[in-house]
């Protein structure tokens, strides 16, 4: 999502490139204006309007915080639109800076708060600024057809679900894509209050720089940190309080300081929320994300799930394939990491599930039969149809952890446990390698090496008679005790591969895919928020505690002859901080604050710790 730059340069590049093509210059007329929204702030707007004027036109428009550009009339994008086969279709397409970013005047907000009862004209959010924009489009814009969709991918992804509470009559169809949703449960900043260091540290590095009037482009980042090898590097920054240090933030990003000003769930994390607002949706929606986004898969799901709870009546329907952030808005999108998928994933959605959906509901043109949840399913490279998602036969099986690390459908009996020491000073690395950013490939990547570490305990079930197929959400449920007084739980889920299975074309010398521990989801929780979100709790030390989560929805066979294995650690550096292991506000701590402690996973008949899995009957 917004955190990756790599991502956000390839878009632009995809998107907004200088470079002049004829199928875009030659078949559209481009125009940049600003357009004021009620309140008078001033919005810069570019428009790519047919210069074929047989026929009427739908808006097909992007609200955007990564620049609207490029900017003249005479400085033409690469390409336009979500894929190249809306571009052809010909629409009228609008690129819009947001509030406070780029040419835009006003002030930018970390995902703007929905206001659902606006009393003034100075009471705006990103509903009323899409409202406003799409009706001066319909009055000024000739030729249009009168209806207008929406569409964006991660940050814009947000603004397209912003656009639905509230929305302008003219919206007839909405593709939020990877959207950012609840940055406190799932998204982007936190995952169950654990704060996503990696990303966040880089990217509001570009993001947050300081911008005092409309800008083309942004001058310089808040501060130069090249790491070759971001685990030494955040180790040796030692504490999130030292982020704030005069060669870092240095206090001079806001959005950075309200991530370490609030540390729970508090008022700041629930206006950011918009899924409560996602109810009476009338407008046909096309939710879309990846099993392989390392920053929105939550916001995906839960967006989807926000509006069929709240909406039952509304054309909601669901995408999941086996991308990474965006990647489903790329060309050939056949392979990721070890994966071999058989076909292009990402061609078949922007054809078949995209094009179709803003035809038929802008356009009036042929029809979208798509059932309501269209799904990759990994192991088996399928495609999936539901009616629903999840999958109605989809059932609740507990896996429970068992003596001699064994994962098994009965129930434990005896007293017993696993313990490991947990040290800050050396915590579990998110991945096998050094990298200077994140490694995209983490979520698939071959967990054997951290499964060697004695930090580290791993439960595993025997060889596969049959296939099991999971079709939706995984709860972790562990019964654990800490000598400390807080405590990371990391639960990842794993495919071991058979000891026969072939290696992949051009592997890495020494690697081999036999026995390879594929990781397929993973999830944090930061245990002080065990019982709340809003009221951390200590844990008492030595005393046994539940710590129940859910894990992101998954669509995944495990063939016969593989074993499904899962892996319970304390930290996931530098992906997620480092927790201090003690109760406190984890962006105050002190290097002296970090302690080691002794974590122990209870597996008996009391305490049966588990996983609980969807699997398809």
Known sequence: MKKIITVLSSLICVFSSTAQTNSVKDNYTKMDTTITMRDGVKLYTVIYIPKDNTERYPFLIERTPYSAGPYGTNNFARRIGPNEALMNEKYIFVYQDVRGRYMSEGVNLEVTPYIPNKKTKKDVDESSDTYDTV????????????????????????????????????????????????????????????FYLL???????????????????????????????????????????????????NNKSVIWNEYLQHDTYDAYWKARNIRPHLKNITIPTLVVGGWFDAEDLFGALHTYEAIEKQSPKNNNFL????????????????????????????????????????????????????AEATVFETGSNEWKSYPVWPPQNAQPVSYYFNQNHALTLQQPAGNGYDEYISDPAKPVPYTNGIYGRRNNEYMAEDQRFAAVRPDVITFETPELTQDVTLSGG?????????????????????????????????????????????????????????????????????????????????????KKGHKIMVQVQSSWFPLIDRNPQQFMRIPDAEEKDFQKATISIFHNAANASKIILPVLQ
């Open 319 to 370: 995408v999941m394939g086996p991308w990474t952030h965006g990647a489903w808005a790329g060309g050939d999108w056949s392979k990721f990491a070890t994966h071999d998928f058989g076909s292009n994933t990402s061609k078949f959605f922007q054809d078949s599930l995209q094009t179709t959906f803003f035809n038929f509901y802008l356009k009036d043109k042929g029809h979208f039969n798509a």
């Open 135 to 194: 009706d001066w489009l319909l009055k000024n814009i000739k030729n249009n057809n009168g209806r207008a969709g929406l569409y964006g991918i991660s940050y814009p992804g947000f603004y397209a679900t912003a656009s639905l509470p509230g929305a302008h009559p003219a919206i007839r169809a909405v593709s939020p894509q990877a959207p950012v949703t609840d940055e406190f449960i799932g998204d982007d900043a936190n995952h169950n209050g654990a």
């Open 199 to 249: 990303d966040n540290f880089s990217f509001m590095n570009f993001f947050d720089m300081e911008r005092n009037r409309p800008v083309q482009d942004y001058a310089k980042p808040l501060f130069m940190a090249n790491s070759k090898d971001a685990y030494q590097f955040y180790l040796k920054m030692a504490t999130i309080k030292n982020t704030n240090g005069a060669a870092y933030y």
């Open 474 to 558: 995984i709860i972790a449920d562990l019964f654990v005790s800490t000598t400390g007084t807080d405590a990371d739980f990391i639960v990842k889920l794993i495919d071991v591969l058979p000891d026969n299975e072939p290696n992949i074309k051009n592997a890495p010398r020494g690697f081999t895919m036999a026995g390879m521990q594929r990781l397929v989801r993973a999830e944090v929780m930061r245990g002080k928020f065990r019982n709340s979100y809003e009221k951390p709790e200590a844990f008492v030390p030595n005393q046994i505690s539940e710590v129940k989560f859910n894990l992101n929805d998954v669509a995944h066979t495990f």
